[in-house]
Nanobody
Framework: QVQLVESGGGLVQAGGSLRLSCAAS????????MGWYRQAPGRQRELVAI???????SYLDSVKGRFTISRDNAKNTVYLQMNSVKAEDTAVYYC????????????WGQGTQVTVSS
């Protein structure tokens, strides 16, 4: 089993910065991918950024150049640095980890609210 603990959400002014963290723990053999999703009220959950085991990253078009995903393999932690935030970035952000324990599974964090005031 894998547990994810997110932190770093909150209220930020438009144009400001915020850093989200997600630490994975449990009977982890390896982690294939770590990512951040978000869900705004009335909208579907969408992939914001993902980083796979080799370090390759991919971003939602609307956050390219503003957000950066990174990971600390030693700590099984993924980060999302959010710069130049906009009101449309307001959402609940969820961490997702694809990890191998006794099997390969997909695990979700509890979500952290990010609110951007304009």
């Amino acid at each position: 089993q894998v547990q994810l603990v997110e932190s770093g959400g909150g209220l930020v002014q438009a144009g400001g910065s915020l850093r989200l963290s997600c630490a994975a723990s449990g009977s982890i053999v390896s982690i294939n991918a770590m990512g951040w999703y978000r869900q705004a009220p009335g909208r579907q959950r969408e992939l914001v950024a993902i980083i796979i085991s080799g370090g390759t990253t991919s971003y939602l078009d609307s956050v390219k150049g503003r957000f950066t995903i990174s990971r600390d393999n030693a700590k099984n932690t993924v980060y999302l640095q959010m710069n130049s935030v906009k009101a449309e970035d307001t959402a609940v952000y969820y961490c997702n980890v694809q990890a191998r324990t006794s099997y390969i599974g997909s695990y979700w964090g509890q979500g952290t609210q990010v609110t951007v005031s304009s």
